[in-house]
T-cell receptor, first 114, second 112 residues
Framework: NAGVTQTPKFQVLKTGQSMTLQCAQD?????MSWYRQDPGMGLRLIHY???????DQGEVPNGYNVSRSTTEDFPLRLLSAAPSQTSVYFC?????????????FGPGTRLLVL | DAKTTQPTSMDCAEGRAANLPCNHS???????VYWYRQIHSQGPQYIIH???NNETNEMASLIITEDRKSSTLILPHATLRDTAVYYC?????????????FGTGTRLQVFP
């Protein structure tokens, strides 16, 4: 298994540009989530999904959209990037209930918005 | 807001036990205590978790007080590779939600 993969690893955007951060897992995990980590801070939950077709907001959802059309993929969209969205973004997934309760994190995407 | 408080930083000599404390005085009865660590800027790595009882695995031990208001992560024989930021996390877990509430963590420096 490749685990949780994220692309791209690095991205530079100009204010107002849009982009999609990709997250995929090949472990058939139902639960997936997106976090952001600002310098010197812990991770904060942006959006999460308990399965295909179901998404919900986390702690800091403003400025981000998500969708979950398949079990494997959970993309995060920035419709109009702002400098405040400069951060490191981590995607995580978790096995189905009863088969393990640990969330596994991807390697992260480092985003700079100018 | 984070439900846990941890010291900002700690030092530990290589080969000695590292004891990392965490306060979670507002934890509710069905919330678990999780520990993750983050080496450099990599994705957080799971270490251990518990609800009421003390737990041990190949990486660490977790001691939870009887009132569940605090816990201690123990790395029995710290190595240089254990240098990282350690997060004590309260997990809000129901069938439809699974939120890891991160604080700012403890930066552990293991020295030779």
């Amino acid at each position: 298994n490749a685990g949780v993969t994220q692309t791209p690893k690095f991205q530079v955007l100009k204010t107002g540009q849009s982009m999609t951060l990709q997250c995929a897992q090949d472990m058939n995990h139902e639960y997936m989530s997106w976090y952001r980590q600002d310098p010197g801070m812990g991770l904060r939950l942006i959006h999460y999904s308990v399965g295909a077709g179901i998404t919900d907001q986390g702690e800091v959802p403003n400025g981000y959209n998500v969708s979950r059309s398949t079990t494997e993929d959970f993309p995060l969209r920035l419709l109009s990037a702002a400098p405040s969205q400069t951060s490191v973004y981590f995607c995580a997934s978790r096995p189905p209930l009863g088969r393990g309760e640990t969330q596994y994190f991807g390697p992260g995407t480092r985003l700079l918005v100018l | 807001d984070a439900k846990t408080t941890q010291p900002t930083s700690m030092d530990c000599a290589e080969g000695r036990a590292a004891n990392l404390p965490c306060n979670h005085s507002t934890i509710s009865g069905n919330e678990y205590v999780y520990w993750y660590r983050q080496i450099h800027s990599q994705g957080p790595q799971y270490i251990i978790h518990g609800l009421k009882n003390n737990e041990t695995n190949e990486m660490a031990s977790l001691i939870i007080t009887e009132d569940r208001k605090s816990s201690t992560l123990i790395l029995p024989h710290a190595t240089l590779r254990d240098t990282a930021v350690y997060y004590c996390i309260v997990r809000e877990f129901t069938y439809n939600t699974d939120k890891l509430i991160f604080g700012t963590g403890t930066r552990l420096q293991v020295f030779p």
